[in-house]
T-cell receptor, first 115, second 115 residues
């Protein structure tokens, strides 16, 4: 099925470092969502973006909806151990009239602690 | 407010059997979507239900079906199970009615293992 290109696939972080990840698509989306998933759990919504160019923060997390509507990035500042997990971007199309488009997910960015 | 509840959390089934998974959305949410998550394919959209009607369908075989009840609770059924159906099945609810922009909230998932 259709998927987004999310990078990097994995990264190691040291406490206090800033982290950046992004998603690109060949399709235009109307909404971008960022989720975090811990092992054995469902994805938890971190940030939702609704407008091209929009920059939104949630604590130490900042995400932007690209101007072309084909990309988005997520930054985590001053990382802490509990930031470890898998981060997913998701793009959503919709059509007017009430039909909600399904979410299309990236493959995820796995954040681990540097040994 | 209670989150999305999925039951059971874990299931082991034999090839050829069928299985039914259940999802109770967040109170007041009328849209329920189902996703399959596997290491190889990532998160893939199965279908979406709104007001007891299937509104959107992903690219899965007819062995995968679902339904939604008048209280918005949803069930997903997989018949004639195959080994490749082993996955984490996630349900997401959202409050979409005629609003274009919505946020999807996920349950913890049902881990299905087919042996």
């Amino acid at each position: 099925g259709q998927q987004l290109n999310q990078s990097p696939q994995s990264m190691f972080i040291q406490e206090g470092e800033d982290v950046s990840m992004n998603c690109t698509s060949s399709s235009i989306f109307n909404t971008w969502l960022w989720y975090k998933q811990d092992p054995g759990e469902g994805p938890v919504l971190l940030i939702a973006l609704y407008k091209a160019g929009e920059l939104t923060s949630n604590g130490r997390l900042t995400a932007q909806f690209g101007i072309t509507r084909k990309d988005s990035f997520l930054n985590i500042s001053a990382s802490i151990p509990s930031d470890v997990g898998i981060y997913f971007c998701a793009g959503q199309l919709y059509s007017y009239g009430g039909s909600q488009g399904n979410l299309i997910f990236g493959k995820g960015t796995k954040l681990s602690v540097k040994p | 407010k209670a989150g999305v509840t999925q039951t059971p959390r874990y299931l082991i089934k034999t090839r050829g059997q069928q299985v039914t998974l259940s999802c109770s959305p967040i109170s007041g949410h009328r849209s329920v979507s189902w996703y399959q998550q596997t290491p190889g394919q990532g998160l893939q959209f199965l279908f979406e239900y709104f007001s007891e009607t299937q509104r959107n369908k992903g690219n899965f075989p007819g062995r995968f079906s679902g339904r939604q009840f008048s209280n918005s609770r949803s069930e997903m059924n997989v018949s004639t199970l195959e080994l490749g159906d082993s996955a984490l099945y996630l349900c997401a609810s959202s409050s979409t009615v005629y609003r274009a922009f919505t946020e999807a909230f996920f349950g913890q998932g049902t881990r299905l293992t087919v042996v």
